[in-house]
């Protein structure tokens, strides 16, 4: 089982990025984005449920979309109007249908957001 997050990279404020995580070897239910600032806890950022249904931490509502092609088993995080906040390592997540609920994490990928 991999998942492979790719996309992240240095961007002025106010400008956008598109993250990908490529997964393999196994159907996820619902996928997240989360990511990790220095000193701070792990938080998720984006949830889409297997229906397609989105959810949005408040900090992120209107500048991220989180989207899936199940065509090419690739989950996206279109984040736009960045801030210097937004600096984070971002992780892509992944959790399996019962009867056996495990989680799965990505590498991780760094954005930094500075001008």
């Known amino acids: 089982v991999q998942l492979q997050a790719s996309g992240g990279g240095l961007v002025q404020p106010g400008g956008s990025l598109r993250l990908s995580c490529v997964t393999s070897?196994?159907?996820?239910?619902?996928m997240d984005w989360y990511r990790q600032a220095p000193g701070k806890q792990r938080e998720v950022v984006a949830t889409?449920?297997?229906?397609?249904?989105?959810l949005y931490d408040d900090s992120v509502k209107g500048r991220f979309t989180i989207s899936r092609d199940k065509a090419v088993d690739t989950l996206y995080l279109q984040m736009s109007s960045l801030k210097p906040e937004d600096t984070a390592v971002y992780y892509c997540?992944?959790?399996?249908?019962?009867?056996?609920?495990?989680?799965?994490w990505g590498q991780g990928t760094l954005v930094t957001v500075s001008s």
């Open positions: 070897g196994i159907t996820f239910t619902t």
């Open positions: 997540h992944g959790r399996t249908a019962p009867p056996v609920v495990r989680d799965y």
């Open positions: 889409i449920t297997p229906g397609g249904f989105t």
